[in-house]
């Protein structure tokens, strides 16, 4: 099933690059009552992702932070190395939004937002998708029809339903 507007986002533990190494990050505890925007890409350094998905969102970081977002989090069916070196690369660590990996696609599962695309070489990946959660709730969900656009998904259009 498909996490929707009202769920509770599953407890989930993803990963993070931290001082001595992979990090495990336990997701509902950054969740607990705390307004978290949480978004999710096919792919660390995929044309979409890379050029459009995450810039929105460094753009955008400070506008959120003016209405009450306490965290931004990118999430990907990427390693924590990948992660680390994808979010130095597009700016959006030094912006402060926060890099997890799904390696495994747990989490991606978990929430019924997974696809493949084999011709790609993208086995499990997640689709894309914005959404707000506010004390581990879901108050926005926006998913895009097709992995290779982000127009409901960006910074911009999330801001705006906020």
Partial sequence: MTI???DTVPASTLVAMGADGPAPVDLATKLAGRKVVIFAVPGAFTPTCHS?????????KSDFDA???DEIICVSVNDPFV???????????????????DPEATF???IGME?????????DRSKRYAMVVEDGTVTVM?????????????????????
């Fill in 4 to 6: 929707t507007k009202g």
């Fill in 52 to 60: 459009a998905h995450v810039p929105s969102f460094v753009r955008t």
């Fill in 67 to 69: 209405k009450g977002v």
């Fill in 83 to 101: 992660m680390k070196s994808w979010g130095e690369a597009t700016g959006a660590t030094e912006a402060g939004i926060t890099m997890l990996g």
């Fill in 108 to 110: 991606t599962k978990a």
């Fill in 115 to 123: 696809f493949s695309a084999p011709p790609a070489g993208l086995i």
């Fill in 142 to 162: 926006q998913a895009e029809e097709n992995p290779g656009t982000c127009e409901v998904s960006g910074g911009e259009a999330l801001l705006a339903s906020l």
